[in-house]
């Protein structure tokens, strides 16, 4: 019987090591939406610079990306809180001149239990969507299911000079 109380210790000890391990986890444990950047002349992918994303009515309005960074893509978090979620796109050369673009998705929010190794996290259908015409020509949604795969869904296509 003596032998019997280690042993427990020991298997209990291991399930416990086994239920913090993550390695099963994927790399991505956010639903968050890629967007790509997009000539609306060529349908070529471009890097946009001297640009700013940022959240309106985030906490802050914080920006996401500043000015100072060149991309071709961007993250733009959903609010699990809400089911709407609006994101300004302000571009400035030589930082004059300010022209500013809205984007605004509504959507759902759905919970989603990946695993006890990973967790809970929210999946979101994109419902409709809305924006301006400044420089951003159109938006695509090539897919309105929102999940932790990391794949584009969202294509912005500006509009850009032919050079």
Known sequence: ????I???A????????HSCNTSGC?????AL?????YSSSSGAEISVADMTVSGQGAPGDSALYGPSETRSEVYLPFRSDADRTVWLFTYAPDGSNPVTDRIEFTYTSEPYFASEECGAMYFYRITSMTHSTNLIDSVVITDSLITNV?????KIYFRTADI
């Open 6 to 8: 280690p042993l427990a």
């Open 33 to 37: 939406p890629l967007a790509g950047y």
């Open 10 to 17: 020991l298997l209990i000890a291991a399930a416990v090591a």
């Open 1 to 4: 019987m003596r032998s019997l």
């Open 150 to 154: 990391n794949n584009q869904r969202i």
């Open 26 to 30: 994927t790399d991505n444990q956010s």
